[in-house]
């Protein structure tokens, strides 16, 4: 009782004693330490303290850091006593504060730690073989130096994503469902020989990847989305430490749309029900993963259901008043629109970058003598960014040559069966993380070269992935930081999404091209198909310097008009590919009447220059008809400008969404009437 008195008057006249023992605190503090490396970066150093704290809980969480750190390691850094750790510690305030060269002891000591956790590298996670000795060692090791009560957890690693670039990823055969599988196994041993909690990561990453949001949950390929796979990983350790679900949690971190934090808590929580399997979890999921199509009852596709809707009249002003003149149009409207299309759904890209710099890789004879090959490689000044452009010139033409220009899909080695065209460096000098080697000219369906150059054009194109790779990874990876000022991490609201970027790459090749003597500069055709026929829309608005824009089967964000709400909606490109528009176009969702301009007006900014715009018959998902009144209401702003009705074209042909040789026959003849040959 006296001894007890005496503590109690210690703690009043000396906080600082309690203070030396990590504070006074609320009753329910928890304290959580990680012994772990950047995988333990992205689980607990965000969103982990937030979480609880919208439930009122009160979490410190210690890191124990070292890049690629594995159980061997930790255990011979133990054993040591080396001082060779940075030591993340979020307090209870969420401040999260790095303490360099930290032993194990040391942090061990540091709080009378409630949880501590271990996890494997991740190359290593799924080889059981290698977890012991040091599993064992390393329990005893910390059993010794923290409270008895404290509670031991293993925290299951993830696999990584299909085409991860990670050099470990041979060891699973470079298969992820290997991988999920084997970490499961490892894992699963581990924490049942020694008792352990778990906390199932692995399998809330693995079972994001079983809904719409599908691979964007890694940033590059291993390491977590900054956004959506960090706060999942967090919503799991959540309800794997406290035991509540974490379905209804209040707290979503900034740059995660609603639909993606809930489809994140909904993956948490099945993982902690089911930690060794996968759950689908088919929340608000338009897409069904048992057959890998659309759910039809998530997309319109019956037209007496289209809605009543009013397009924006292209030829009136924000303000109300009305455009009377060409110049009118080409001084005011259209700057106007632009700037609406760049702010609001786009987003905003630099110029030119001072200290581009471009070099010739390669040059030589193509397709047996018909055609001249040229490989550019376009360097940009900062974070060793680069791509490779791949040019087929007609071998024969004199002069500079007018020229087609269209991102690729795969890589310029599917554009042709060419021995001689390069693969990309295997991945890229800055980690793009994600990339399949695809075997030579599997597209070139799509790239009648023979054709193009036989007709007197050349043929500029490049993989739009080496612009910006097409999966959401937090605007990490590509060019899209190159714009970053100091201390910003994701685009602002009206700073480009990855269409933009890749819009953008199209201008920095039109650079070099005006350098090129053997291109006509001035007569260069933007092209694209589908996403990247969106792209070559939006070069050709932006970029004054493209000739023409010829759009095949854009849909959705490209030529079909929103407001009809037939096939594709922004619901779904928001929430398929957020990665594409900027921030403020997610206000649309489910709100496309409020839209300031509709995609007529995006096809009228192409004016007034040639503009060709095709669809396919059983291509519900682009909206034909939308396209086709998209155009219509483009062509009223050529009429009204005065300009012959010969610089629009349209087809609808047979078949379903693909870029084919019968469209391209069209979009040469087309050429043929508007460079003149
Ligand atoms: C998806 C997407 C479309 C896009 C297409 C493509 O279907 O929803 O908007 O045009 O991919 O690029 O092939």
Redesign the pocket.
């Known amino acids: 009782m006296r001894k007890s008195l005496l503590l109690a008057a210690l703690i009043l006249l000396f906080p600082t004693v309690l203070e030396a023992y990590g504070g006074p605190s609320r009753p329910d503090t928890l304290r959580v330490l990680a012994i772990g490396n950047s995988f333990s970066v992205d689980a607990v150093d965000q969103n982990l303290h937030e979480i609880a704290a919208a439930d009122g809980h009160v979490l410190i969480i210690g890191n124990m850091v070292i890049g690629g750190c594995f159980l061997e390691k930790h255990w011979r850094l133990a054993a040591g006593d080396s001082a060779r750790y940075s030591y993340h510690k979020t307090g209870p305030d969420g401040v999260l504060v790095k303490r360099p060269q930290t032993s194990m002891s040391w942090a061990l000591a540091d709080e009378k730690w409630d949880v501590v956790t271990f996890h494997q590298s991740s190359g290593l996670s799924g080889q059981a073989e290698s977890y012991e000795p040091y599993l064992t060692e390393l329990l005893r090791y910390v059993k010794a130096r923290t409270p008895r009560r404290c509670r031991m957890m293993m925290h299951q690693t993830w696999a990584y994503a299909e085409g991860s670039t990670n050099h470990n990823f041979p060891t699973y055969g470079r298969s992820q469902e290997q991988m999920y599988e084997a970490l499961c196994q490892a894992y699963g041993t581990a924490a049942k020989r020694h008792r352990m909690g778990l906390i199932p990561s692995g399998t809330a990453v693995q079972n994001s990847r079983h809904t719409f949001n599908r691979e964007n949950v890694t940033r590059d390929g291993y390491h977590l989305h900054k956004w959506f796979g960090r706060y999942l990983v967090a919503c799991t350790w959540y309800e794997a430490l406290y035991g509540t679900s974490v379905v209804g949690n209040a707290y979503r971190p900034p740059h995660l749309d609603g639909r993606r934090a809930a489809i994140a808590r909904q993956c948490a929580h099945a993982a902690c029900r089911h930690p060794f399997t996968v759950t689908r979890v088919d929340f608000d999921n338009p897409f069904d993963t048992s057959n890998g199509n659309w759910k039809p009852d998530y997309i319109n596709t019956d037209p007496s259901k289209v809605p009543d809707y009013t397009l924006p009249d292209a030829l009136t002003m924000q303000d109300g008043r009305p455009v009377q003149t060409a110049a009118q149009w080409f001084g005011q409207r259209r700057p106007e629109l632009l700037e609406l299309f760049e702010t609001e759904m786009f987003g905003k890209a630099p110029g030119r970058l001072e200290g581009t710099k471009w070099e010739m890789l390669e040059e030589g004879p193509a397709l047996g003598g018909l055609a001249r090959r040229k490989q550019v490689r376009i360097i940009f000044p900062r974070r060793g960014c680069y791509f490779t452009v791949l040019i087929y010139l007609p071998a024969q033409a004199k002069g500079p040559i007018p020229v087609f220009m269209g991102l690729n899909?795969e890589g310029n080695a599917t554009v042709q069966p060419d021995p001689a065209i390069l693969y990309p460096d295997p991945w890229r000098s800055d980690g793009y993380g994600i990339y399949v080697e695809q075997p030579r000219g599997t597209q070139s369906s799509r790239w009648p070269v023979d054709e193009i150059v036989r007709r007197g054009y050349g043929l500029v194109t490049f993989h739009n992935a080496e612009i910006d790779p097409d999966f959401d990874d937090g605007f990490d990876n590509g060019v899209t930081p190159l714009i970053y000022r100091e201390g910003q991490n994701f685009p602002e609201p009206d700073q480009w999404g990855t269409l933009s970027a890749w819009a953008w790459g199209m201008s920095r090749v039109l650079d070099y091209l005006e350098e090129d003597p053997d291109v006509d500069a001035a007569r260069v055709a933007a092209i694209g198909?589908?996403?990247?026929?969106?792209t070559a829309l939006l070069a050709a608005a932006r970029d004054e310097r493209f000739a023409m824009a010829i759009s095949n089967?854009?849909?959705?964000?490209?030529a079909a008009l929103s407001r009809r709400r037939y096939g594709?909606t922004i619901r779904?490109?928001t929430g398929?590919?957020p990665h594409?528009f900027c921030g403020n176009f997610f206000q649309y969702v489910d709100h496309e009447d409020a839209l300031p301009f509709d995609q007529h007006e995006f096809l009228a900014l192409i004016a007034p220059r040639p503009l060709y715009v095709a669809s396919a018959e059983d291509d519900s998902?682009?909206d034909p008809v939308g396209e086709r009144l998209a155009f219509q209401g483009a062509q009223a702003v050529y009429d009204f400008l005065g300009l012959d009705r010969s610089l629009t074209e349209y087809h609808i042909r047979e078949g379903a969404?693909e870029l084919t040789r019968e469209d391209w026959l069209r979009y040469l003849d087309f050429a043929d009437k508007h460079f003149n040959r």
């Open positions: 899909f198909h589908s996403r990247l026929g969106k089967d854009s849909g959705c964000g490209g594709e779904f490109i398929n590919f594409w998902w682009t969404h």
